[in-house]
């Protein structure tokens, strides 16, 4: 299982998708002004052409928003066509700057690639770059300094609070529901979001995430093959990496997150750092997670009814969960839980450290229980619990453990302990209470 998700080198694969002869046009240059009015229009003209575009200098993006005819969503530029925008350090070797904004690239490509390469965005509003449509996705070594969380955008994902998101794929920012996602099939293909640098931002009453990729992908015809790897996020106050609902796989790997110790409001399960939800195959594997909140998971797979989660693969990753010794944890805190209608997932060789209420837990959601899960040579040698190191809700069915040393809370069905060694101490049920 674990094979299927080993591919050639992510680059190479995407490299190749933009080689058209439309791509290997003469490439137009662009050169920032820092004038609003003159940069939007100039970005816009060079990206209508489609073909490699290239940004030099410093643009301003700091105007009203744009909302074209028809259109439900207010953006800076819009990308429609078949296009690699990417940036040329300039004579004192720094990145192309694109400051403010209200979403300064809005990608509405259906059925063409994409690629934003090379670029640095301060300040935008709601989001850096929202894809709405797109087969063949890159975004690759851009970065986002800080995004202003917009009460617009937050309205678009029917949300009280404002929205950040500094990477947003999907038709529509609202949580999909089960069945009724809008149009996944808009984006499919290799999407590729790697080796960014996200530092978001935000307020105690902001909802501040770094990458979410909502609703896409759509089988067996246009199914998505999601790549989420080599980002660097921090100072988030939601969740930093959110996968909700794919028609395909998913692969976040390597990616090195430092929460922040502000949370946004919570409805009481978040926040979680990487949360992956309904359909899709997971591959979760050798990401660095450094989290300050005192609620929440460091790793969160869920299913729900209507769109059960099965067979993510949770390998490698190192947790701290870094709340401070007088916190009162709840009964959402742990460094990975399997919550909801999930079946069949791995969590392997996972090191987790720090405190919270579990290290490893597995949850009921309503009337959604967890089954067949694995939980297999997990280190928590030296983390502090309040509730069990290990804990299985009542109403899960068939977990099984298999480790060296911890304490377990077991209320579920069917669960199999198996102790690993003899010179360490065994896993001990706690009191079931």
């Known amino acids: 299982m674990i094979r299927n998700f080993i591919t050639a080198p992510i680059k190479v694969v995407m490299a190749a998708a933009f080689c058209t002869a439309a791509a290997a046009a003469q490439p137009i240059v662009v050169i920032g002004t820092d004038n609003a009015m003159l940069d939007v229009a100039a970005v816009q003209a060079a990206v209508d052409h489609g073909g490699q575009v290239v ?21 800076m530029v819009t990308v429609s066509k078949e296009v690699a925008i990417s940036g040329k350090l300039d004579e004192r070797g720094e990145m192309p700057t694109i400051t403010g904004g209200a979403i300064p690239f809005y990608v509405d490509a259906p059925g063409t690639p994409v690629a934003i ?24 070594d851009c970065r986002i300094e800080g995004v202003e969380a917009s009460t617009e955008f937050g309205n678009y994902a029917r949300q009280i609070h404002p929205l950040a998101s500094a ?10 529901k089960p069945g ?6 808009n984006n499919f293909g290799e999407l590729s979001i790697l080796d960014n640098d996200i530092n978001v931002g935000g307020t105690a009453h902001d909802q501040a995430l770094g990458i979410c990729v909502f609703g896409v992908g759509k089988s067996p015809e246009k199914k998505v093959n999601l790549y989420i790897s080599g980002n660097k996020i921090r100072n988030i106050t939601e ?37 992956a939800v309904g359909s899709g195959s997971y591959l979760i594997a050798h990401n660095s997670i450094v989290s300050e909140w005192a609620a929440g998971a460091g790793i969160r797979v869920q299913g729900n009814a209507g769109s059960s989660q099965n067979g993510a693969i949770i ?27 999930a079946q069949g997932n791995v969590v392997l060789n996972n090191r987790i450290r720090g405190r919270a209420g579990s290290g490893l837990a597995v949850i009921v959601q309503g009337l959604n229980a967890p089954a067949n899960n694995t939980f297999a040579s997990n280190d928590l040698e030296g983390f502090h619990s309040s509730l069990a190191q290990v804990f299985v809700d009542a109403g899960v069915v068939n977990t099984l453990l298999i480790g060296r040393k911890g304490t377990v809370r077991n209320r579920g069905v069917g669960t199999v302990i198996v102790n690993k060694g003899t010179t360490a101490s065994p896993w001990r049920q706690k009191a079931q209470n």
Request: glycine residues 10%; neutral net charge.
């Open 239 to 275: 969740r930093a990496i959110n996968v909700n609902q794919i028609g395909g796989q998913a692969q976040i790997e390597r990616n090195v997150i430092v929460t922040g110790a502000l949370a946004a409001p919570s409805n009481g399960v978040q926040p979680d750092v990487i949360h």
């Open 55 to 75: 940004l030099v200098g410093r643009f301003s993006f700091n105007r009203s928003s744009l909302k074209p005819d028809m259109a439900s969503y207010s953006r």
């Open 180 to 185: 009724q996602e809008e149009q996944p099939e």
């Open 117 to 140: 390469r090379g670029l640095r965005f301060i300040r935008p509003k709601g989001a850096a770059v929202w894809v709405h449509a797109a087969n063949g996705l890159m975004i690759e």
């Open 167 to 176: 990477i947003f794929v999907g038709s529509n920012p609202a949580p999909p």
């Open 315 to 341: 390998v490698d990753n190192d947790l701290t969960m870094l709340a401070s010794e007088n916190t009162i944890f709840g009964a959402n805190s742990a460094g990975i839980e399997i919550r909801g209608l």
